[in-house]
């Protein structure tokens, strides 16, 4: 059963073929891993679901695919970052579409969207802010440019945490982020 009737997974009601020949025709458009209709409205809960395949029980979207799942970038990453999403350790995944981080997620920092788990905005937030690259930079503040108070939460968060790698950074980040107004952009001194 579909999670939602405006989500196209290939050879969930129509196969690969027929949905390829749907999207040249202009009645259906990709949404990550599935179509959508045209005019439909892409939400949250169908980025999400898109994932399904990817994501099983087993992971939740993290990282850049989180991001998008929220809503905060346009177009989903070349190749998804997921995590462990139960305390169980998972058999190796061998996808070239996924990066997987092994460590557990703490249950506070899921959420369940379209019927698969993805990283709270929270969590999300202080994740990206631990990379440094441009493309996670740019990223993270676009996320917290969605909710106010997200980058102020996000800080308190990641600094009752014990030990994380680069947290020094992301407080750094996440605090200038919290400092600045909504419609500034430029974090770029963060991305070397």
């Excluded at 891993?33 to 169908?46: I, Q, R």
């Excluded at 099983?56 to 990453?77: Q, Y």
Aim: glycine share 8%; aromatic share 4%.
């Amino acid at each position: 059963m579909p999670l939602s009737r405006f989500l196209y997974l290939p050879g969930d009601r129509l196969s690969a073929t027929e949905l390829s020949a749907a999207r040249l025709d202009g009645d259906v458009i990709e949404v990550g891993d599935g179509y959508m209709p045209a005019d439909a409205v892409e939400t949250a809960a169908l980025r999400a679901g898109s994932l399904g395949g990817i994501l099983t029980d087993l992971f939740a979207a993290t990282h850049l695919s989180a991001t998008w799942i929220h809503g905060a970038i346009a177009e989903p990453p070349a190749r998804h970052t997921v995590q462990r999403a139960v305390t169980r350790r998972v058999t190796a995944v061998h996808d070239r579409r996924v990066v997987v981080r092994d460590m557990a997620l703490d249950h506070g920092d899921v959420e369940h969207i379209g019927g698969v788990w993805v990283t709270t905005p929270v969590r999300t937030l202080s994740d990206l802010c631990r990379v440094a690259d441009e493309d996670h930079t740019r990223a993270a503040a676009e996320l917290s440019g969605l909710r106010p108070g997200l980058a102020e939460a996000a800080h308190r968060q990641l600094s009752s945490r014990g030990r994380v790698p680069h947290k020094r950074r992301a407080l750094d980040l996440l605090a200038e982020l919290a400092a600045r107004p909504a419609d500034q952009e430029d974090v770029t001194r963060y991305t070397s």
